[in-house]
């Protein structure tokens, strides 16, 4: 698998993991009360810390060479 494609299926698990933050932070505030609110919105937000990390990394990588 080329550099290309790998950075592809990595970009689109961090588009999922931002997909599956958005879903779970909407139900936690309409939802959920208390501690199980809080905790859902607590992984939300590392869904969203990871996400955007991935992203960050895959544009400062910059473009792979084509084979």
Request: with cysteine; net charge positive.
């Amino acid at each position: 698998m080329s550099q290309a494609l790998m950075n592809m299926w990595i970009s689109f698990f961090a588009l999922a993991l931002m997909f599956i933050s958005a879903g779970t932070a909407i139900f936690s505030r309409e939802k959920l009360k208390g501690w199980l609110q809080k905790t859902v919105l607590a992984f939300s937000f590392v869904c969203l810390l990871i996400s955007g990390i991935i992203v960050f990394l895959i544009v400062i990588g910059g473009p792979t060479a084509t084979m």
